[in-house]
């Protein structure tokens, strides 16, 4: 099955700065990565996908990244602001006939600091 | 995005017990799946809730264990049978958007302490 590594575990920033996570998965048939973003005791969500047909994806200060060849796949965000502070978590899954299961990895705690 | 719910938010109950977790959808989606997320940890797949037939479950997990239910397509029960302080997670219900779409968007989540 997929697996999706998550580096690194942990990331503190200075305001204003640039954060950027990365992940690596197994399974080349992979087409669709999301990025997701949990506050403490708050439901994971969705801030961010990118298909395997696209090579990089921007919404505002965020941006993600897409290397199918070397299958790795990274999180960006400029300008670092405190309410960036969370643990994001990236996954990768497969197409629809396979019922889109997520695999997440291990997940990154950033902590922006004022 | 739909609007999820799960009953209840969180409970505690104690060793052996069983505890029937609540799904809610606010419109019909197709796909219905059940995480679960150990303290500090990430979040796992337990099973596809498939409308009309049995769940399918991931390497780990059994229907003996997390029974689930999906009898229409805005609702799914997950059950954590005969429970150990091992148990004790966060679980988490999961949709589709729905479509050719592929996003997944997460309820509230229960948070089961087991004693």
Redesign the interface.
Known sequence: GENVEQHPSTLSVQEGDSAVIKCTYSDSASNYFPWYKQELGKRPQLIIDIRSNVGEKKDQRIAVTLNKTAKHFSLHITETQPEDSAVYFCAASRTKAAGNKLTFGGGTRVLVKP | SAVISQKPSRDICQRGTSLTIQCQVDSQVT?M?WYRQQPG?????IA?ANQGSEA?Y??GFVIDKFPISRPNLTFSTLTVSNMSPEDSSIY?C?V?GGG?R????????TRLTVT
């Open positions: 796909m799946f940890q990430s979040l796992t797949l596809t399918t991931e390497s988490l999961s589709e050719y592929s996003e997944q968007y997460f309820g509230p989540g």
